[in-house]
């Protein structure tokens, strides 16, 4: 069972006769996915399933997202707003949210770039996709990738003195894409990296 940062016996279940409003967001891109509705239960069962459940108010029971597509919302963490009146669901999608095949219901939902990228290397990784430049730098190794990043380094920092703005910012975004090969080739990821920065605190 997921522990929670609250007790739910202190959420205020009387303000919608029972039913909590809970944004589901990406754990990974942090991109609103959904809305739906939570009651006692509903709240129970994502925690015990470790799969988002709601209560369905128009199918009038529990309903776990994708029980029927088996594009369910795999819960990674709940919390409680200050009114203790609406929940915040983190969770990683296995496809798409919407019901439209879109990743979210919310279809201008900003979400992280560079997260979104950090998941498609994740996912070659994986997979290693015949014909994909990503597979090709993990099959080259750790080497490779780090000779990789060492240059588009050196080409980012001459862009950056000898060149204009469009091409230090493509320099950029190829070094950007480099480090996340590399450090998903040594287990790590930019949720990694973003906790060190977290820690330094500025």
């Known amino acids: 069972m997921t522990d929670l940062p609250f007790d739910p016996a202190a959420l205020d279940w009387t303000k919608g006769d029972g039913l909590l409003p809970a944004i589901v967001q990406d754990a990974d891109t942090l991109r609103v996915l959904m809305l739906g509705y939570m009651d006692r239960d509903a709240l129970d069962a994502t925690r015990q399933l470790g799969q988002v459940t709601f209560f369905s108010r128009s199918k009038g029971r529990l309903w776990t997202k994708g029980e029927q597509s088996?594009?369910?919302?795999?819960?990674v963490a709940i919390d409680a707003d200050c009114d203790a009146d609406t929940l915040l669901v983190l969770a990683r999608p296995q496809g798409p949210t919407c019901h439209l095949q879109r990743p979210s219901c919310f279809?201008?939902?900003?979400?992280g770039v560079?997260?979104?990228l950090d998941?498609?290397?994740a996912q070659r990784a994986r997979e290693r996709p015949d014909g994909s430049y990503t597979t090709r730098l993990f099959d080259g190794g750790i080497r490779r990738i780090a000779q990789k990043v060492g240059e588009e380094g050196v080409e980012t920092a001459l862009a950056a003195v000898a060149q204009g703005d469009d091409e230090l910012l493509g320099e950029g975004a190829d070094l950007l894409y480099h480090l996340l090969?590399?450090?998903r080739a040594r287990g790590l990821s930019l949720?990694?990296?973003?906790?060190?920065?977290?820690a330094r605190g500025g």
Request: glycine share 8%; aromatic share 0%.
């Open 191 to 198: 949720r990694d990296v973003e906790r060190v920065l977290a």
């Open 114 to 116: 560079l997260a979104e």
């Open 181 to 183: 090969v590399l450090l």
């Open 107 to 111: 279809p201008s939902a900003p979400g």
């Open 70 to 75: 088996g594009h369910v919302l795999e819960l």
């Open 119 to 121: 998941a498609l290397v």
